[in-house]
């Protein structure tokens, strides 16, 4: 329990420092917050699950490298992005919708294409990893020469955020460079401590990795989003969220599979429901962010609940409980549907509003 305490206070301290030096340093160079949400907060945040992915491969236990991966993945959209949209509803920038949440979901979409084989192969590693390169080098590029900034868009308060006094290049640095390793102790402390709980418990590797390891490892996301949205700036949020799932995939999984030599074996049952419900919790932000540009606070209180539900799912059929069967018959004939026709719904709404404005706009025009 000592461990548990002391590693969320440093995760704490960690998101503080590295949410206002990359701030800085965003300022500094004139890229957007989302960008640096997209590329230094992303990878920082998710160096974490780095050390986890690596450290099991090594120990010769890829079942929780595959599982922390894509249960940070799910936990990231589902749990952080709903916590953080509790505190306050959070802005998607138009670069979001129309570029970084196609390339998570094609991603997604790809690991689990090539993970049909069983395995998650040195070559299937090295083309997740170029294409999250890529990817990444772009952002800054183009983040860069400006082409993704955008003005600033009020809040519920109609303020466009508070300005943290921008820091000099050292002093943002160094934020930038204690909060990571604050953020990886941090979280290695809980993750040790809330494991061996687990073990202890009868779980399995791949259980281990979906649930204790994927939240714990996901928890430096959630420092630095919700330090994020307590300062205004809630873009670098969604945009840290977004170029986490992405880095997790390229870096985090592929990364690993090259360092093993014969790639990294693919569990039937990941295969079978958790790659599948990691693509479904990608898609599941599109209609969102999609739709208005804003997650708003009940959008975040069902990603929650999705995500609460899944963790008793796996508990559930990980220790063969009684109440399985019908826990899962509930979700399946009641819940989910639910779910997925207001999805529906919301996206119909919402382009209809657009099509309603776009029409009048077109009318006063012509008049």
Same mark, same amino acid.
Do not use: C
């Given at each position: ?54 450290? *099991? ?15 940070s993945n799910i936990a990231n959209v ?22 970084? +949440? ?11 294409? $090539?993970?049909?084989? #069983? ?12 294409? !999250?390169?890529?990817?990444? *080098? ?18 519920? *308060? ?16 160094? $934020? ?14 809980? +993750? ?39 300062? #205004? ?19 985090v999984l592929g990364l690993p599979a ?10 039937s049952a990941a295969i079978a429901l958790?790659?599948? $419900? ?10 969102? !962010? ?21 963790? +008793? ?46 029409? #009048? ?7």
């Amino acid at each position: 329990m000592g461990l548990v305490v002391a590693g969320l206070v440093l995760l704490v301290a960690g998101g503080e420092g590295l949410v206002r030096g990359a701030s800085s340093i965003a300022h500094r160079l004139g890229m957007s917050p989302i960008v640096v949400g997209l590329t230094i907060v992303a990878f920082a945040t998710s160096s974490p699950e780095l050390a986890v992915s690596v450290g *099991a491969v090594l120990r010769d236990e890829p079942e929780i490298a595959v599982g922390n991966v894509v249960g940070s993945n799910i936990a990231n959209v589902l749990l952080i992005l709903g916590i953080s949209a509790l505190i306050l509803p959070l802005l998607a920038r138009r670069r979001l919708v129309k570029i970084d +949440v196609p390339v998570m979901v094609a991603l997604s979409i790809l690991l689990l294409v $090539l993970a049909l084989d #069983g395995r998650i192969s040195t070559v299937d590693g090295a083309l997740l990893l170029v294409i !999250v390169l890529a990817h990444m *080098a772009w952002s800054v590029w183009s983040g860069m020469r400006g082409g993704t900034a955008e003005p600033a868009e009020p809040d519920a *308060a109609g303020t466009a955020g508070t300005q943290e006094r921008v820091l000099g290049w050292l002093p943002a640095l160094a $934020l930038v460079l204690g909060g990571v390793g604050l953020l990886v102790l941090g979280s290695q402390w809980l +993750v040790s401590g809330a494991s061996d709980i687990a073990r202890s418990l009868g779980l399995s590797n791949l259980v281990i990795g979906l649930t204790v390891v994927a939240i714990g490892t996901s928890l430096p996301e959630l420092a630095a989003s919700v330090v994020a949205v307590r300062q #205004g700036e809630r873009d670098l949020a969604v945009g840290n969220i977004v170029g986490s799932n992405i880095v997790n995939i390229g870096i985090v999984l592929g990364l690993p599979a090259i360092i093993a030599g014969g790639g990294i074996p693919v569990p039937s049952a990941a295969i079978a429901l958790d790659i599948p $419900l990691m693509i479904a919790s990608a898609i599941a932000l599109a209609p969102i !962010v999609f739709t208005g540009f804003l997650i708003k606070r009940w959008e975040g209180g069902l990603f929650l609940a999705l995500y609460v539900s899944y963790v +008793v799912y796996l508990v559930l059929w990980a220790t063969s409980h009684s109440a399985l069967e019908g826990f899962t018959l509930v979700m399946s004939v009641f819940v989910l549907p639910i779910v997925a026709l207001t999805f529906l719904l919301l996206v119909a709404y919402e382009v209809g509003l657009r099509r309603g404005r776009t029409q #009048g706009a077109a009318r006063v025009r012509a008049e």
